[in-house]
Each structure stands twice: as structure tokens, then as C-alpha cells.
């Protein structure tokens, strides 16, 4: 085995970077190739099309098409793992003796496979995906996704003892590292890699409140929703919303508001743009699982935080937030934090902390060679 060579197996094309799991593998080559690894990128690709830019920081990058026949609906195996099923993938992987890393239970359809039984295999998990699943489901109001959701996380629940075969799994928050450790003895916290280096945030004061995050997620329309209706509904303070897809019940909502503005379907840079002079990042979610993504951008480049307890629970992010549970205590703290010009102070240190890519990059390569 060559000391500083891996495949990695994603089961998205990890740019742009413009969403949560995206954002973790990206960043995650990028560090690895800084440590002077020779990256094999394997990708399923299902819209996203190739990526020049990939081959920047990988040595080969092979791009696979995502089945996503409703045959594999009925399957035994959950679909977002049966669907993304190569031989043209296997055969690659064969061809020498490096250590793969896969990217979410997503990928790791060749896990188990005999061929495979004497490689060093590192999984790399985003959430306990059963619970994300059953989540998504409870958030969906659509008959078909709603049992989709549900049905995938009986699967799913089922499916998770494969990590088992893992050499060793890398799990993006502590809370999802103990589940794992309790069940398979083999896991590890890698915290989400991510763009920044240092914090960016500014002093002083802005005008608007900001909500951001990929709307066709059944759980950020959820969020987004509960903004407009209880948080924000008597006009008394600014929000704009910026996300992709946003539901036709979100777009109706927010035209019947006289303080909410949507902004759909904008740049990364757009986005980044209104956080980082946003007077506060308003960020509840109802699903308490991995680490939010938004949440490490919002604090690296944004003002004030608000977010409510599942936003933060077991991620060691909780002294960097104002943290709010109902509708009424988000308002009331809210219009504190509007007239509170914002000081970095302690927040600078979650750069050596943790959430620092180089920290947890060097900790990420013990990992693949087995060295702990």
C-alpha cells in the first residue's frame, strides 16, 4: 500500500460546494491534498456534470451515473446506497491496494464485498441517517415522499450494521460518534471540514435578520415556515430567506408578509454576502442530527447566531450562539440582538479549536493509515 494514496468514494460530484455534504467533501480533498495525498476521486453524478476544478486537488477523478430506477425502490438495500452501484467503479478499485474512504453510507454499496476484505476501508458519515430519514419524512407533507422517507429509514436502520465491516468510521459530531462507537467499537470525531481558516466576522451593526439553507429540504422549508408564521409575523423586524427551490407554500407565505423577502436560487457568493452583513443569522432546525454546515458559515463569517437547541446539541458550538426554543423567546431576543452591535471576541478561537480543517485533516490521516 502507498503511504499517501486513497480513493474516495462520494456519492455526489462535490462541486459547487454549495451544500451541506458537498461543503464536508470538498473541503476535505482539498486539505487532504495539502497533506500531499494522492486522491482518487470517485463521484456518482446525477445533474452536477464534471468538475475541472476537481482535478486541481485529485489525481484522477472518475464520475459515475446514479441509477435511479424506481425498481430499486423495492430492493432490500436502501436506495440511496443500491443506486449508486458501479462495476465500472469496482473495477478501479481493484486495480491496486490503496485505502478507501467512502462518503456517507451513500456509498459504500462495495463495503462488504469480498474483494475487498483486505483493504482498509474508513467510512465517513454526515448523520445517523435512519434518524435524518425519519425526520425528513415527518417534515414532508407529500404522500409518496412521506412514505419514500419513512420506508428508506426502515432500510436504513436495518442497513447501518454494515459499518461493522469499516476498519474505522468517521463521524462529523460527538453525539453521532458515541452511537457509533456503542455499536461497532470503531469510530472517531472528525468535525465538518469547511472554507475558512479564520473568522471573518464583522463588528458593528447590520440592518436585516437572514435565514438561509437548500429549501427543497423538506426540514428547511419546515424552518423557514416557522420564521415567517411565528417569529417574524408582526412586521416588526426584516428577514430575508435565501435558499434554492423554495416551496409554493413558502412563496405564498412570504408574499402575504410585509417584513420577509425571499431570495431564491442565488449565488454562493450572494449568499455569503448577505451573511456576513446580516445583524443576526436566524437558524432553527427541528432535525437534531450530524452539524449543520449553515451553522459553522454563519459563525466563521456571520454576526450574531440565534438558533434554538437541536441547531447546536452536542456539536461544542453552544458558547458561540444565543440560543431560543419558542417563538416568543426567538422574538425577544431577537430584537435584543438588533440593537446589539456585535464584538468577535471569543469566537475567533473556534479557528484552533475543533472545527480547524488542519486539526482535524492531521487527525483524518491517522485515521486512513491506522495510526491510533
Not at 469496482?90 to 476484505?117: A, C, N, Q, V, W
Not at 429549501?215 to 417569529?231: K, S, Y
Request: proline content about 4%; hydrophobic content about 35%; overall charge negative.
Amino acid at each position: 500500500m502507498t503511504e499517501k494514496e486513497l480513493h474516495i468514494i462520494s456519492f455526489d460530484v462535490p462541486l459547487p460546494a454549495n451544500y451541506g455534504g458537498v461543503i464536508d467533501v470538498f473541503y476535505k480533498i482539498k486539505a487532504l491534498h495539502g497533506l500531499g495525498y494522492r486522491i482518487h476521486l470517485h463521484a456518482y453524478d446525477y445533474g452536477r456534470g464534471e468538475q475541472p476544478e476537481l482535478e486541481k486537488y485529485c489525481s484522477s477523478v472518475h464520475y459515475y451515473k446514479r441509477n435511479p430506477s424506481r425498481q430499486n425502490l423495492f430492493k432490500r438495500k436502501p436506495f440511496i446506497v443500491v443506486s449508486r452501484n458501479s462495476q465500472e467503479l469496482h473495477d478501479r478499485l481493484m486495480e491496486d491496494d490503496h485505502p478507501i474512504l467512502f462518503e456517507g453510507l451513500h456509498s459504500t454499496y462495495y463495503l462488504d464485498h469480498p474483494d475487498f476484505k483486505d483493504r482498509r476501508k474508513i467510512v465517513r458519515t454526515h448523520n445517523i441517517e435512519h434518524e435524518y430519514y425519519e425526520r425528513l419524512g415527518e417534515a414532508e407533507k407529500g404522500l409518496f415522499k412521506r412514505y419514500y422517507y419513512h420506508n428508506e429509514a426502515s432500510k436504513l436502520k436495518r442497513y447501518e450494521s454494515i459499518l461493522k465491516r469499516a476498519d474505522a468510521i468517521a463521524a462529523i459530531s460527538e453525539p453521532d460518534r458515541d452511537h457509533f462507537q456503542s455499536k461497532y467499537d470503531n469510530a472517531y470525531w472528525v468535525s465538518a471540514f469547511h472554507p475558512f481558516d479564520k473568522v471573518h466576522s464583522e463588528e458593528g451593526l447590520g440592518s436585516y435578520s437572514l435565514y438561509h439553507g437548500n429549501l427543497a429540504v423538506p426540514e428547511n422549508d419546515m424552518a423557514a415556515l416557522f420564521l415567517v408564521r411565528e417569529v417574524f409575523n408582526e412586521g416588526k423586524e426584516r428577514l430575508i430567506i435565501a435558499g434554492n427551490d423554495p416551496s409554493l407554500e413558502l412563496q405564498e407565505e412570504v408574499a402575504k408578509s410585509g417584513a420577509v423577502e425571499l431570495r431564491a436560487d442565488i449565488s454562493t457568493r450572494e449568499i455569503d454576502d448577505l451573511i456576513a452583513h446580516a445583524q443576526v443569522n436566524v437558524l432553527p432546525t427541528f432535525q437534531a442530527t450530524g452539524i449543520k454546515l449553515k451553522l459553522l458559515n454563519a459563525l466563521f463569517q456571520g454576526r450574531h447566531a440565534l438558533v434554538n437547541s437541536p441547531m447546536v446539541e452536542g456539536t461544542g458550538l453552544e458558547p458561540h450562539c444565543v440560543v431560543a426554543d419558542s417563538a416568543f423567546e426567538m422574538k425577544a431576543k431577537l430584537q435584543l440582538l438588533m440593537q446589539q452591535e456585535f464584538v468577535p471576541n471569543g469566537r475567533k478561537s473556534l479557528a484552533g479549536s475543533a472545527f480547524s480543517n488542519q486539526r482535524n485533516v492531521e487527525f483524518l490521516d491517522r485515521i486512513i493509515r491506522g495510526d491510533l
